[in-house]
């Protein structure tokens, strides 16, 4: 909403002031609402609902091996053997 069109219904009186707040808090709750509903929709998996497994968001596997600081492969001077071809 415009400066001067908020300064016009300011000027016109409490009553279309009061209209005007009565509007947007009318428009707040109804908002708030649908915010809620959007979320309660959101936090439902296969567990809590009865939707299937496959709309479940990807959880990501969390990795339980521990870091050893080794580097991977065999030792460094080892020599590689393979087998012959025939």
């Known amino acids: 909403?415009?400066?001067?069109?908020?300064?016009?219904?300011?000027?016109?009186?409490?009553?279309?002031?009061y209209r005007l707040v009565k509007k947007q808090s009318d428009e707040i709750l109804s908002l708030k609402k649908r915010i809620k509903a959007l979320e309660g929709r959101l936090?439902?998996?296969s567990s809590n609902s009865s939707r299937p497994p496959s709309t479940d968001w990807p959880v990501k596997k969390i990795n339980l091996r521990k870091k050893t600081g080794r580097s991977p492969g065999g030792t460094k001077r080892a020599q590689g053997k393979?087998?012959?071809n025939g």
Do not use: P
């Open 1 to 17: 909403m415009s400066r001067n069109k908020l300064r016009a219904i300011f000027e016109s009186g409490f009553e279309a002031v």
């Open 43 to 45: 936090n439902q998996n």
């Open 82 to 84: 393979q087998l012959k």
